[in-house]
């Protein structure tokens, strides 16, 4: 996904499109390897999902398990700010190591880079002051978000109601 395994920030993940509705261009911290956001939209390949490689697929399977494992607390509203907190850092360090070696088609990538501002904007929202409940619901719908648009065999989205 990106041509060399430097860190960058979620800020700058979110500098792809400033949001869902946005589309732009990110450059990772000391890399001249640009990515394009795609359309706002995510869309289907042809009618097909979208291609992915083992890399995205290892992680985004921790991604989900990292945050399923809070589902109850989250629902039971036992999960405080130090525990958002803490499962968004999680969440994060998930996301870097698939920017850091997941190597998709660049229409594919595009693709899911309009999913990565969503998962960043939840993982922002469960470290800040409002509702974080709501960031935890938002990575929850991305997950079904990508089980829609992208290929991976036995993948399910968790469910959040």
Avoid at 11 to 39: C, F, M
Avoid at 87 to 96: F, I
Wanted: aromatic letters at 6%; one cysteine or more.
């Amino acid at each position: 996904m990106f041509a060399k395994r430097t860190p960058i920030s979620l800020a700058a993940i979110l500098l792809l499109g400033a949001g869902p509705a946005a589309a732009g261009e990110a450059k990772a911290h000391g890399d001249h390897h640009h990515h394009e956001a795609g359309s706002a939209t995510l869309k289907l390949n042809d009618g097909r999902k979208w291609a992915t490689d083992a890399v995205l697929r290892k992680h985004m399977e921790a991604f989900q398990a990292t945050l399923a494992e809070k589902i109850p607390a989250i629902h039971e509203g036992k999960l405080d700010a130090a525990g958002y907190a803490d499962l968004a850092g999680k969440l994060e360090k998930h996301l870097h190591a698939i920017m850091g070696e997941c190597r998709l088609a660049p229409e594919a990538d595009a693709q899911f880079h309009v999913l990565l501002v969503e998962f960043c904007a939840g993982i922002e929202a469960m470290k800040g002051e409002g509702d974080r409940m709501k960031g935890a619901v938002q990575i929850v719908r991305g997950l079904g978000t990508y089980e829609t648009f992208f290929e991976h065999p036995g993948f399910e989205p968790l469910k959040h109601g």
